[in-house]
């Protein structure tokens, strides 16, 4: 038995674009995580330990996001994956990354990176 597990609307504030007032300051980025895990044991125990517990997964993107700089939202993007892969396990991943103060006539503009993990 498997279920997906969502949280939207993360609030980061990160150093990331390729122009320079870009790099200034912290800019405002939207980050949303969906996943899917298998839940057998968990539906059984009822224990955190039997599942993702997923304020553990914010906090640990957030503050890979929050602490380090990239030019690129992609290349943020596909670290935070990398982190999930490494730390989560997870047997599907899809992150959002939005930026909501790069274009003028835009509320955002962003990326959607999604990853299916063997886990045979």
């Known amino acids: 038995m498997k279920y997906k597990g969502f949280v939207k609307g993360i609030e980061l504030n990160i150093l990331v674009g390729l122009h320079d007032w870009e790099r200034v300051k912290a800019q ?16 059984e125990t009822d224990q955190i330990e039997d599942t993702v517990n997923y304020e553990a997964m ?47 006539c835009a509320q955002a503009c962003g990326i959607v990176i999604e990853r299916h993990y063997d886990q045979g």
Not at 28 to 43: A, G, K, L, Q
Not at 58 to 72: D, F, G, P
């Open 58 to 104: 914010v906090n640990h993107l957030k503050r890979i996001a929050e602490s380090t700089e990239y030019q690129l939202i992609e290349s943020l993007g596909h670290r935070l994956i990398s982190e999930i892969e490494m730390h989560f396990p997870v047997l599907w991943f899809k992150l959002s990354l939005a930026k909501t103060s790069v274009i003028e």
């Open 28 to 43: 405002p980025v939207v980050m949303d995580i969906e996943y899917e895990v298998e839940s057998t044991r968990v539906v």
